[in-house]
């Protein structure tokens, strides 16, 4: 039993062998395209080698930088959007806690910024940091995405304002483009110490370079173990045995589901700490394949949580949908359900009993309802909820994320739907050189 497997007892009643066996066809011909490097987006294939071919010296700079700044600040404020803060909060989250800054711990606070364009969101934020020794990490391959940016200038004045230029100057950490971009030439003008974001790995694949490790280490997390969980899964999951390969498998059925007329896929967690990890998949999904007309709609959901708002539509709604169960076979927590004397809800067969128990024969139940209800249902079985164990997960998504790109005929690593927002954003706002686009907009909002 390995780290990961896909168990997939759930999944192939619903699919038939000549079914699977023209997708295996195409599903090895996209894994060579990938692989042979002469796909769409090619010049973005940094994340594959990544776990094994990563820059130690920065990585050593980056164990050191988490040092100072565990021992400088009470509150990091991480400021990104997108794939540029998505995989460092799933990680924390996973290995930590949602609940991290409640936590007793010697590992300063982490908050995340620049995520949104919320004044309300920002002058909380502020209003938290009043009086504590704040750090910040800015991460942006461009340096000029709005969100970030605005949150950036906001926190350079405050901590220029509460420690002097020379101060914010030890407190300031960079990751961004290796050479250009307004962050890099900023931090030369200024000394802020830079890590980069790699050219050759995008937002949403960049979780285990500079961009996630550094918030990742602040938190106490071993990004070592983390990279040797990836290394693992490059090793084992680099390879186009079919047959035996549970991330060529899993790009096989969510395609088959897709070609049925699927046209969601439910990623499903039974732990509250897989709410980030969902929103980092469901940004690696939606981002790759959604394009030119295609692709499946990544959703997600925490059950048996949303098995009480969501669950009567899984169940039994539009047949639109198939799910992907993450199951962490061994949390690591242990709370026993206490006795009542007074049974008052009935439930003292339940007493001494593990929660965890309780939560899998739920997973299980849910399992067993919505394929009666005709649901299809992969599941994804992960041994321990630990750095290694995630690393492997992380690489496992990502690298099942490129092959289905290529195999729907995409390219799976751009985003030039993610523009068009922006365009009209700036326009309206009255960006220079927007003047004729934001007329044209203007009239069409009246
Ligand atoms: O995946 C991506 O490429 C995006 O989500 C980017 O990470 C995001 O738009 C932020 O861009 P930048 O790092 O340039 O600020």
């Known amino acids: 039993m390995g780290i990961l497997s896909l168990n997939e007892a759930f999944a192939k009643p619903f699919v038939k062998d000549e079914e699977m066996q023209a997708v295996r066809k195409e599903a090895i011909a996209a894994y060579g395209t990938l692989c042979g490097r002469n796909g769409e987006g090619s010049d973005f294939l940094g994340w594959m080698d990544l776990p094994e071919n990563y820059d130690k010296e920065e990585f050593e700079r980056i164990l050191a930088a988490a040092e100072k700044i565990k021992k400088s600040c009470d509150i990091l404020v991480v400021i990104g959007i997108g794939g540029s803060y998505l995989g460092a909060r799933a990680v924390i989250e996973f290995l930590r806690s949602p609940l991290y800054n409640n936590l007793k711990k010697d590992t300063p606070d982490i908050y995340f910024a620049g995520n949104t364009i919320s004044a309300a969101a920002l002058s909380e934020l502020f209003s938290i940091c009043e009086g504590k020794d704040v750090c910040i990490n800015v991460i942006s391959k461009s340096g000029t995405t709005t969100e970030p940016a605005v949150a950036f200038r906001a926190f350079r004045g405050f901590l220029e304002e509460k420690y002097g230029k020379e101060g914010a100057k030890e407190r300031i950490f960079v990751t961004t483009d290796r050479e250009k971009g307004a962050l890099k030439k900023l931090s030369a003008e200024r000394g802020y110490e830079t890590f980069v974001v790699p050219d050759d790995i995008g937002g949403r694949f960049s979780v285990l370079s500079a961009v996630g490790l550094l ?141 965890d128990y309780v939560n899998e024969q739920a997973m299980k139940g849910t399992l067993l309802a919505h394929t009666d209800g005709n649901v299809p249902n992969l599941v994804l079985e992960l041994e321990e909820r630990n750095e290694k164990a995630l690393g492997y997960l992380l690489y496992f998504f990502e690298l099942a994320c490129a092959v289905s790109g290529y195999l729907l005929g995409v390219n ?27 007329e044209k907009l203007t009239k069409r909002l009246k």
């Open 215 to 355: 918030p990742i280490a602040v938190t106490g997390i071993d990004i070592s173990a983390l990279m040797n969980g990836a290394a693992l899964a490059r090793k084992e999951l680099l390879n186009d045995d079919f047959d035996n390969n549970p991330a060529l498998r899993y790009v096989a059925y969510r395609n088959i589901f897709h070609r049925q007329g699927k046209s969601v896929e439910m990623l499903v967690g039974y732990e509250p700490y897989l709410q980030m990890l969902n929103e980092w998949w469901k940004q690696l999904y939606g981002e790759s394949e959604g394009k030119d007309g295609k692709g499946l709609l990544p959703d997600s959901v925490i059950f048996s949580t949303d098995l009480h708002s969501l669950g009567q539509f899984v169940q039994d709604g539009s047949p639109i949908l198939f799910e992907t169960v993450l199951f962490i076979k061994n949390s690591g927590a242990s709370f026993l359900i206490p006795n009542d004397e007074e049974n008052i809800d009935g439930l003292n067969f339940l007493t001494g009993k593990q929660l």
């Open 412 to 438: 799976p690593f751009n985003q030039p739907g993610v523009e068009s927002y922006k365009k009209n954003m700036f326009a309206l706002l009255g960006k220079p050189g927007y003047e004729a686009e934001k």
